[in-house]
């Protein structure tokens, strides 16, 4: 079983990650002792270093690795380098993930998604992809070539049916696993991006990102771009401006700022 998801939101943020998911070690399958077992993590979000330590280790931890203690995580690794995974080709798999469980997951930025050899997998088929990362032409891939048993999956739950698409959407067995649609038919026809309801004056800024609470840009989920006190924005205030009574004449902006990129716990603010 293999998931990767390449992408800059799991709100808030989730930048270029990828999730390899293992079983719990009272899974592991007969023969597993003779074979070479590593230990897996729990780590979530958190980032230790720049992209190219994360995969130093994950390369050094993973290699000839045959059955994974727990979870493997891929993660936080950027544009900045073609990460080479086949190392973790290795990597066998007897149960695999059942239930994505991603309730909260609402838009990807330009990334897509890819399922492969997940024959026990659920409801990934019913999730609306396009309503997550509907900047990308091929939102989702699945591809299963394994004659593994194929599990029979039931339906979504009743209060996950959407009116709008006429179908339901979810990630999981039960209401709470419903999908938030917040994207295209879930908006009125006037929103050009997401939306907090259905009528015409219950859309999102256009600087919001995976969703908002209100029209204004201090209402965002998160941001496309930057922060700026507060306000999603697509560009810092410049640190030098037009004096407005002779407009040839340039001059210190006492408001421009310059912008910032920081790490707090797991998420990543670009800010002003």
């Known amino acids: 079983m293999f998931i990767q998801f390449t992408a800059s939101l799991f709100p808030v943020f989730l930048n270029s990650m990828l999730l390899v998911f293992g079983q719990e070690s009272n899974d592991l399958p007969e023969g597993a002792a003779s074979s070479r077992i590593c230990q897996g993590s729990n780590m979530g979000f958190s980032l230790s270093g720049s992209s190219q330590d994360q995969y130093d280790f994950y390369r050094q931890r993973y290699t000839n690795c045959k059955y994974v203690d727990g979870n493997l995580e891929i993660t936080y690794l950027d544009g900045t380098g073609n990460w080479d995974l086949s190392f973790l080709e290795s990597i066998e798999e007897k149960q695999g993930l059942m239930e994505l469980g991603f309730k909260n997951l609402q838009e990807i930025m330009n990334g897509t998604v890819y399922i492969n050899n997940n024959n026990l997998l659920c409801y990934a088929s019913t999730i609306r992809w396009e309503d997550i990362n509907p900047t990308v032409t091929r939102h989702v891939r699945m591809s299963i070539d394994s004659s593994v048993y194929n599990r ?22 039960g209401p709470e696993m419903c999908q938030i649609l917040n994207h295209g038919p879930a908006c009125s026809q006037t929103c050009t991006d997401r939306c907090f309801g259905t009528d015409p004056s219950q859309c999102c800024h256009p600087q919001c990102a995976a969703g908002c609470r209100g029209p204004k840009s201090t209402d965002c989920y998160a941001c496309k771009s930057l922060v700026n006190d507060g306000e999603c924005v697509s560009s810092c205030p410049a640190d030098k401006v037009y004096n407005q009574q002779n407009e040839l004449e340039i ?17 990543v603010h670009h800010n002003c």
Do not use: A, D, L
């Not at 339906?155 to 999981?172: L, V």
């Not at 001059?251 to 998420?267: A, D, I, P």
């Open 152 to 173: 029979r999956c039931g339906e979504c739950h009743g209060s996950c049916y959407n009116e709008n698409t006429g179908s339901r959407h979810c990630w999981g067995e």
């Open 251 to 267: 001059q210190e902006n006492v408001e421009g700022k310059y912008c910032m990129v920081h790490f707090v716990w797991t998420t």
